[in-house]
């Protein structure tokens, strides 16, 4: 106590009026009463206590400064709860990259040898086909839904909210929470997190379109706010409510150069309890962005209709598949529907076959990731840097 008295006496001395700051402090366990109480002392406020990282985050004058803060015994990170933009669109130019036709998308899977029983080229195409948009086509997903479409599996969308009320979301809606204003519905004020959710869980009705796993159950999880842009804290929030409500899945397709300890810790312990998390590598053309770099997270790289990696395409040595990411056809708010292209894209291709996955029997997020890297084949030309162990068979997967 006479540390955390001294640190106090010298940073009140400092100024007597500032701005705040909002920073995470990670602490000891065992320390955290008196890390509170610090903290309070230092003219602070604790905003924001979690439940699976030893952390909180606090309001702190302006003129505290981070070494100040570890003299505070127990403290064993700060980090800034920064308020950065999460997703980024692709390059405009991957826009216009044109769709496949259905019959080039059932030639591309069948020229891989791997399955049977597909239409051949010209053939009649069943309406229901229709609504199934490429990406979905490549990784094969129908074949999956006499074994499973992944019914009871709970996958949360930890994005910007989920338009609940389009025709295609509403039958696989339950519910979800909002990080960003705790007392607001989780509501897509932006559009991304609709999107996203359409490719994982939109329903088969023979119109719009069709996710990977059209039977999940939905779950809005609102970590980003209208501009795209949310903090740390929230991100973290929204992992901790999928643990806390025992999610089988999470889709992050969101990303950053940089993470913190309270995230690492929140991401190990998702995995610790049986969370398959997936994230976009991103969209920067560089190394793997976080959360994807973790090692608990099922990182995803972003192809397109050639089976070419988008340039766009983050890449690296965590990378665990790559899936359809440019002009990918989904659910967009207010009811419509778009092509949009980005990791953000591809990570939610790999959601639904995660809950294929689920519903076919892999228990565990590393059953899930060995299941998904043991159902994919390398695409000619790409490196395991560019596409971990290649693109997804659904068919594979389940049988």
């Not at 509170?36 to 606090?58: D, N, Q």
């Not at 995995?271 to 994230?279: F, I, K, L």
């Not at 990731?369 to 695409?379: E, F, N, P, Q, T």
Request: hydrophobic share 45%; with cysteine; proline share 6%.
């Amino acid at each position: 106590m006479k540390k955390i008295t001294m640190a106090v006496s010298i940073i009140l001395a400092a100024a007597t009026a500032a701005q705040a700051a909002q920073k995470i402090i990670v602490y000891d366990q065992a320390f955290k009463p008196g890390v509170k109480a610090a903290i309070k002392w230092l003219g602070g406020t604790v905003v924001r206590e979690f439940k699976y990282a030893t952390a909180v985050v606090a309001d702190l004058p302006d003129h505290v400064k981070d070494a100040s803060i570890y003299t505070v015994e127990g403290v064993k990170d700060v980090a800034d709860d920064t308020y950065r933009r999460w997703i980024e669109a692709a390059p405009a130019a991957m826009q216009s990259v044109p769709l496949p036709s259905m019959d080039r998308a059932l030639r591309t899977i069948r020229e891989s040898g791997n399955l049977p029983g597909l239409p051949e080229p010209g053939a009649e195409i069943d309406p229901a086909a229709k609504e199934i948009p490429w990406g979905v086509t490549r990784v094969n997903a129908a074949a999956a839904w006499d074994y499973t479409a992944g019914q009871g599996i709970k996958v949360a969308v930890i994005d910007t909210g989920i338009d609940y009320t389009h025709p295609d979301l509403a039958p696989n809606y339950k519910g979800g929470y909002n990080a960003v204003d705790p007392a607001a519905m989780p509501l897509d004020d932006q559009g991304h997190g609709t999107h996203v959710a359409g490719t994982i869980g939109a329903v088969r009705d023979s119109k719009g379109v069709a996710g990977v796993a059209p039977s999940v159950d939905l779950y809005a999880v609102k970590v980003l706010d209208k501009n795209g842009s949310g903090q740390y804290s929230w991100i973290i929030a929204g992992i901790e409510w999928a643990i806390e409500h025992r999610m089988n899945v999470i889709n992050m397709s969101l990303g950053g150069g940089e993470g913190n300890e309270a995230l690492r810790q929140v991401m190990v312990k998702a995995g610790e309890t049986g969370v398959t998390v997936v994230c976009a590598a991103g969209n920067d053309a560089g190394p793997v962005n976080y959360p994807a770099k973790y090692p608990q997270a099922i990182a995803v790289s972003a192809s397109d209709s050639s089976d070419k990696i988008a340039p766009f395409s983050s890449r690296g040595p965590e990378l665990a598949v790559i899936a359809p990411g440019v002009k990918i056809y989904s659910t967009l708010k207010g009811g419509g529907y778009g092509a949009l292209s980005g990791t953000s894209m591809a990570s939610p291709h790999v959601a639904g076959l995660a809950a294929l996955a689920i519903g076919a029997g892999a228990r565990g997020p590393e059953q899930v990731r060995a299941a998904l890297k043991g159902a994919a084949s390398a695409l000619p030309g790409l490196t395991a840097g560019e596409q971990g162990a290649g693109l997804v068979d659904a068919f594979l997967l389940v049988r």
